[in-house]
Structures are given as C-alpha cells and as structure tokens.
C-alpha cells in the first residue's frame, strides 16, 4: 500500500531533473521510487532517491510550443522533451489523468520502443500512483513520463498487426536465431535500429496467431520475456529486463483503452519483446514450465532493494504482479537473478 508522504518525498527528487542522463541513458528515478513503494519498501525509496539524482542531467527547458495540430512534426524528437513535457502539462491541467492517457497512448503505442521503452514504463507507473492519489507531483510526473514517450518515439520494422498462424513462443525461437552470440555495448535503442537491416524480422513478428483472450496472450507474452531473461541472463540482462517489464506496463494500461485498442497494444508489445530477442537472446527461451521458484516473494523484493539496481527494483515489481495473475516459475528466477546479477560489486 502506497504512503502518499513517501511516495511525494521521493517524486520530489526529481523535480528539475531531465528524463536522460550520461549521454542517452533514461532516467529510472521515478519508476524506480513508484516500484519500491509498491512492494512495501517505502522507507528505502527516499533515501535511494536522494543518491540517484546525482546523476541525472537537467531537464531541457521548453523552446517551441506543441499544439493539437501540429504534434506530429515534434514525434520522436529528443531535443523536443522539455516542449512535450510542457505539453502535456497543459493537457493535464485541462482535463483527467486518465482522458489525457486514453487519448494520447493509442497515439503512442506504434513508438513502443521510445527510450527502450522507457517512456511507456514511466507513464505506466505514473498512471497508477494517480489512481491512487491525484496530487500536483504525480500529475507532473505523467507529464514527463508522456512527454518522454513522444520524444523518444521509435517505430520498429514491420506490422505487427498483420496476424498469421503460429504461437509466439514458436516465433520467439526463431528471433532468436537472429540474435548474434557476440556481446555487443550498444545500446538498446541503437540495437533496435540495426532491425531494419534484418529482413527476416517484420515476417516473423507478423507470423503470430491471433489471440482470442488478451488478457491470457499478455501472460503469455511476459512469461516469453522471463524466459528469454533466464536463458540469456549472461549474454544481456539489461535489455531482457525490458521483455518484462515493457509488456507489463502495456498491461496495465489496458483499462484506458477499447477493445480494438487493446489488440492493437498486445501486437506494439509483442513487437517489441520480438525486438528484444532478435537483438539479445541467442539462446532463445529456458524451458521453465514445470519448474519449481527457487525463493520466496519477499526474498525477491529484499534482493532487489539490497541491489539498489533501478533495473531489479523494476523487474522484481513487475515479476510480482505477472505472477499473481499467471503463476510461472519464470517470473521469480528472473527477478532473483536481476536481483543478485546487477547489484554492484
């Protein structure tokens, strides 16, 4: 249970502070902070708060104004963050949280990749703190959670809403063998672009079946990720994070939007766990089903805080919540090994 106090201490850390930092990493600050308080560990979100805006860079300040006519020509534009945070600001002052996300996130969901996918996790995250609790911190902070998400827009190759007739965990097996072996520093973002030069990707992502029930396919969907996290752990943690994470935070969007706009938001996220494995699973998926977890729910959320890891924090959170809607043994190794593989030496 959140305690608002907390949970505005934290936000206020943030305050001034840029979505990006060291040359194009996204800022984990808030997300994280959200996360903690989530599982109860609200005493430990402030203090790490405070240590972690260190890094950040300054926000940009708004230069051009956004208008309801004229956004498309400032999507997927970085230098443009600070006008689309200012943007939605003025959106949200005109209306609700959740008539402004209910607009802007079926606008949003082909760009799923922005920030590797950072954006569509921190409007998630947002998005839910105010349902709880409405406050001027929150509302500021969806804001540059959306802002974020516009400005980092990425499409990747491919429609995904062009069904065919295979499982995803067939197709996933085969993303995988696009992946290379070797391990590669770039970054994720620049990783996705390196898609467009592989033309067996957009044919894959459009082989899968269509899904009859969405709320079972987005399990599906996110235990693929978990999966492909345990089997890979050593080749790209960071990336496969993400293959939960990103598909977790689409779910819990769902609620905003129609049912065509549901399907639509199960294939931008199909897409982008596809994106994920094509670039960072070699090894495809680790046959988890009938495996037993290792540790216990609070071992999990301990592990996570101990680290300190923005990452883990994110990934045990989301593992919880998977879990408790589709028990899977994936889910908790996943989180376990984040726990233990990103903390600092």
């Keep these: 249970m959140h305690t608002a106090g907390t949970l505005e201490e934290s936000l206020e850390c943030f305050v001034g502070k840029g979505p990006e930092f060291d040359g194009g990493l996204s800022n984990h600050g808030p997300m994280a902070v959200e996360a903690m308080v989530r599982m109860g560990q609200g005493q430990a979100a402030l203090p790490w708060a405070v240590r972690y805006r260190e890094k950040l860079d300054d926000a940009l300040s708004p230069r051009w104004r956004i208008t309801d006519t004229g956004w498309?020509?400032?999507?997927?534009?970085?230098?443009?963050?600070?006008?689309?945070?200012?943007?939605?600001?003025?959106?949200?002052?005109e209306a609700s949280h959740q008539d402004v996300a209910s607009h802007w996130v079926p606008r949003l969901l082909?760009?799923?990749?922005?920030?590797?996918?950072?954006?569509?996790?921190?409007?998630?995250?947002?998005?839910?703190?105010?349902?709880?609790?409405?406050?001027?911190?929150?509302?500021?902070?969806?804001?540059?959670?959306?802002?974020?998400?516009?400005?980092?827009?990425?499409?990747?190759?491919?429609?995904?809403?062009?069904?065919?007739?295979?499982?995803?965990?067939?197709?996933?097996?085969?993303?995988?063998?696009?992946?290379?072996?070797?391990r590669h520093p770039s970054r994720i973002t620049d990783d996705m672009r390196g898609l467009d030069a592989q033309p067996k990707f957009a044919s894959l992502v459009a082989a899968v079946e269509p899904a009859s029930d969405i709320t079972a396919a987005f399990s599906a969907l996110t235990a693929i990720g978990a999966r492909a996290y345990v089997a890979n752990a050593s080749h790209d943690p960071?990336?496969?994070?993400?293959?939960?994470?990103?598909?977790?935070?689409?779910?819990?969007m769902l609620p905003l939007l129609s049912p065509d706009q549901q399907s639509a938001a199960l294939a931008?996220?199909?897409?982008?766990?596809?994106?994920?494995?094509?670039?960072?699973?070699?090894?495809?998926?680790?046959?988890?089903?009938?495996a037993s977890p290792p540790v216990t729910k609070a071992e999990i959320i301990d592990q996570?805080?101990?680290?300190?890891?923005?990452?883990?924090?994110?990934?045990?959170?989301?593992?919880?919540?998977?879990?408790?809607?589709?028990?899977?043994?994936?889910?908790?190794l996943a989180a376990i090994d984040a726990g233990i593989r990103l903390a600092p030496d």
């Design 238 to 252: 960071i990336a496969l994070v993400h293959a939960v994470t990103a598909p977790a935070a689409v779910r819990g």
């Design 72 to 93: 498309r020509e400032a999507l997927g534009d970085p230098k443009r963050a600070g006008d689309w945070a200012n943007f939605f600001e003025r959106q949200l002052n």
């Design 304 to 332: 996570a805080v101990i680290s300190g890891d923005e990452h883990a924090i994110k990934l045990a959170e989301a593992a919880l919540r998977e879990n408790a809607l589709n028990p899977n043994p994936a889910y908790f």
């Design 110 to 182: 082909p760009g799923l990749m922005a920030a590797a996918t950072h954006g569509a996790i921190r409007s998630f995250h947002a998005l839910r703190s105010l349902d709880e609790e409405v406050t001027d911190l929150r509302s500021r902070e969806l804001a540059q959670a959306l802002g974020y998400w516009a400005a980092r827009y990425q499409l990747l190759p491919g429609d995904p809403r062009s069904l065919g007739g295979d499982s995803p965990e067939i197709v996933a097996a085969r993303l995988a063998e696009l992946a290379s072996t070797e």
């Design 268 to 290: 931008y996220a199909w897409q982008a766990v596809a994106g994920l494995i094509a670039t960072s699973a070699p090894s495809g998926l680790a046959p988890l089903r009938n």
